[in-house]
């Protein structure tokens, strides 16, 4: 920012210049000046220029850069540099800037990021009252640039709108999500940013959302997912389908599943397995009988928090979580938590849902949760593995084409006898497709039967697979083809 350059630079008389002709063009209370002291010369020349200045000082911006406050004599080292405490108490305008009381813990943690933030509603006076010529050609042409991509977004709306005319000219239900498409585009933006600035994450959710708003005009997708609110399995489903999707938040796994058969929800986005703890048996065992398919999956990073009304962790006598993440957390329960109880629910959201009503009790869930319900964090990241991620599935009724990029879920069965496995396993060898996963269920037909849960890598029209498939039919009971779907 202009003013930590200028400090860094040792310019403290352009500094003090600044701070000062901000004061006069009154835009800032009462006034009085920010005392920014970057290290120890820099802050006995500023105290000697600044001779008679009132510190501290607290400005505010009226278009909701928020509060910052410098209190002089408070001050903190970091890194060798001397900065204020508590610059910001709370920052929050319509670009998602927030600082709430777990915020301002972090502001006083991380200085340097709370002084940056009042150094742009500084700077943002100086651009418009002209000060630098220079800085007014760059945000003049941001602000073109802003212009023309949102008259590119709205032409993409309009396509989409008109794309939607002719589908429904045509028939009468027509399907507009095109997972494998949306798959290609993804790839091809990741692609394009070999040297972009953005992280290939923050792009591809930006281009999901503008996906997802169009899709929204063409046909709301409703999608069903384990709830209620504030689940692992909602932000999976916002991952996926963006904020326009409409969600149907269900209390099992199995109604996800029946919801989606019947037509209800478009589509279902179900947990499959876990990095830490493996398999999800509630929704393996629902793919062996239901007709529906695999048409995505989603990697969600988890990371498990401990929720309760008060932050006092000796007040805890019960615990709520789902089965998965007692599982996920178990070494760090053990250790901080031996003796409290633990309580099994149908998901995360729901056991914060309960904690909200009672006394003495908590929840494993995640962060949105904590804020749908309004409980204190009382420990961050207790999930035993930091790499901690589930996978989930997207259900529905449709089967999609091949994106270039894919993978194949099946179920497979043979009679339990000598070989068994390696006659299931031999043509996918014998063709060369690589098998990522292989998992075994019961049956539920016999006792000691079991049905294996196997992902290869490719399409199930790609001729590799077709001919592995055609091979095992010949001397398998079973092979059920559960889905073909772009891989992440």
């Not at 994106?403 to 496995?421: H, I, Q, R, W």
Request: hydrophobic content about 40%; some cysteine.
């Amino acid at each position: 920012m202009l003013i930590e350059a200028l400090a860094g630079s040792g310019k403290t008389t352009t500094l003090v210049w600044l701070l000062k002709s901000l004061s006069k063009l009154n835009l800032i209370k009462n006034k009085k000046i920010i005392y920014l002291a970057f290290n120890k010369s820099i802050q006995e020349e500023l105290s000697e220029k600044l001779a008679g200045t009132t510190v501290p000082a607290q400005t505010t911006h009226s278009f909701g850069f928020g509060c910052v406050k410098a209190a002089y004599g408070n001050s903190v080292r970091l890194n060798g540099r001397l900065l204020n405490d508590a610059f910001v108490k709370a920052i929050c305008d319509d670009n998602g800037w927030r600082y709430t009381k777990a915020g301002f813990k972090n502001a006083r943690q991380e200085p340097e990021y709370a002084l940056r933030s009042a150094v742009m509603e500084l700077v943002g006076y100086v651009k418009s009252m002209a000060i630098f010529p220079s800085l007014n050609k760059t945000w003049q042409f941001s602000d073109e640039q802003k212009e023309e991509i949102q008259e590119l977004i709205n032409k993409r709306a309009c396509l989409a709108q008109e794309v939607a005319q002719a589908k429904y000219a045509e028939e009468d239900n027509p399907n507009f999500y095109r997972p494998e498409r949306e798959a290609q585009v993804l790839r091809n933006v990741v692609q394009r940013n070999n040297q972009g600035l953005l992280h290939d994450d923050t792009l591809t959710l930006i281009f999901r959302e503008i996906m997802s708003a169009c899709l929204a005009l063409q046909k709301p997708m409703n999608v069903a997912f384990l709830g209620p609110v504030g689940t692992y399995s909602e932000a999976a489903v916002y991952k996926h389908f963006g904020h326009q999707a409409q969600i149907i938040p269900l209390q099992t796994i199995d109604e996800v599943f029946r919801e989606v058969e019947v037509g209800t929800a478009h589509y279902g986005v179900v947990p499959v397995e876990n990095s830490t703890e493996g398999g999800v048996n509630q929704t393996l065992d629902c793919f062996i009988n239901t007709p529906l398919k695999i048409c995505g999956e989603i990697e969600l990073p988890i990371h498990h928090y401990l929720l309760s009304k008060s932050l006092e962790i000796e007040q805890i006598k019960r615990i709520y979580s789902h089965q998965q993440s007692f599982a996920q957390c178990r070494s760090w329960l053990d250790n901080r938590l031996p003796t409290i109880e633990r309580i099994a629910v149908n998901s995360n959201a729901e056991a914060a849902r309960r904690v909200a009503d009672e006394v003495g009790a908590a929840a494993i869930a995640g962060k949105t949760a904590a804020e749908i319900y309004q409980l204190q964090i009382v420990a961050e990241r207790i999930e035993d593995d930091i790499n901690n991620t589930t996978r989930f599935a997207v259900i529905g009724q449709t089967e999609p084409p091949p994106s270039g990029y894919d993978k194949t879920s099946l179920l497979l069965s043979n009679p339990n006898k000598s070989g068994a496995l390696y006659h299931l396993l031999e043509p996918f060898a014998e063709n060369n497709v690589n098998m990522t996963r292989i998992e075994s269920r019961p049956s539920r037909q016999g006792i000691w039967e079991y049905i294996f849960f196997v992902e290869i890598e490719g399409h199930i029209k790609d001729a590799p697979i077709a001919k592995s498939l055609h091979r095992l039919k010949k001397h398998t009971s079973l092979v059920k083809h559960i889905g073909s779907y772009p891989r992440i």
